[in-house]
């Protein structure tokens, strides 16, 4: 055989290339598999027809046992099932074996409202929850009971089952002890003063204060239902304990600014620059009467406001000018 022959003979053509590398890749496979495998078990099993009925993985070495069972009457084939298993010695619940994102979970017994941050990580619950978990406490939110830990957005009930039991909510003591013959003047009661009452905490306290504030005082008790949040349940609650004292109208419609008018939680930005536009064209309101020459202000309005400010005519103002320069 001369050497363009033997050049012939050897030369190979792209497609016969490609396929000798397959073959070759499938060889590596081959040889390495095993090595890939040992720590990986998987068991299958096989129904009489052949069928894969169930699939899972186990963490440890491989192990196959086949069982030959002969079914009666001629004809019929015998059945296998293949199970790759695990032995019990070596089982992952060691703590030796375990992973260190394994170790780095684990329960214990806590209080939601004083758990540090560093700490609500080692808790094994979804990271939405551990999320939200701290944004709710940065926001003033506090858990009341073991249940409300369920208002957590990611927080399913499965993980919460798990974490039930170690939950330990400690119930601090009011600073004001709540007694059931506690009487509140609405006006002039402190926000120290209104957390005596039952089902009254800091948050509605501050809320009644920074209300009466606003409005100048309160004129009758059902205007308590008007405070940001108040429920008519916890109001009904407290309503017996509730004594409606008297106040000075505290605005004078006179001096007052527009930014001061608008403030009132009964006047529109609206209503208020009319008041101050007529003001500035007509003068000072000698009486309420000057009040409802405007138009857009009805008898409705002007009886609501009428108890927080006071109208000191022109006249009343030159006597007590007087009265001061002598």
Known sequence: MNTEEWY????FSKSQKLLIIIIL???VLIKTAPHFLSNTAIQFEYDTQGTAIKAGKQPDMMKIKSMNDTRKGAGHDTTSQIHFATRSKNSSNSSSDR???QKRYRLFDFDPNRLPDDSIELLPIPNMAKRNWKKYRSKGGIFRSTESMLKIYGMDSSTFNALRTFI??????SAFPKTAHTVIKVNSASVKDWQKLKGIGPFYAKNIVQYRSALGGFVQLDQLKEVYRMQDSTFQKILPHL???TFHPPFDINEITLQELFRHPYIS?????????YRKEHGPFNSWSDLSKILILDEHFIHRIKPYFKIQSRQTKINDKGISGL
């Open 269 to 277: 930005y609206k209503k208020a620059k009319v008041i101050c536009q």
């Open 99 to 101: 992973t260190p994102e």
């Open 243 to 245: 004594q409606l004292d």
């Open 168 to 173: 330990h909510i400690h119930q601090k003591k």
């Open 25 to 27: 890749g499938i060889n």
């Open 8 to 11: 012939d003979y050897l030369n």
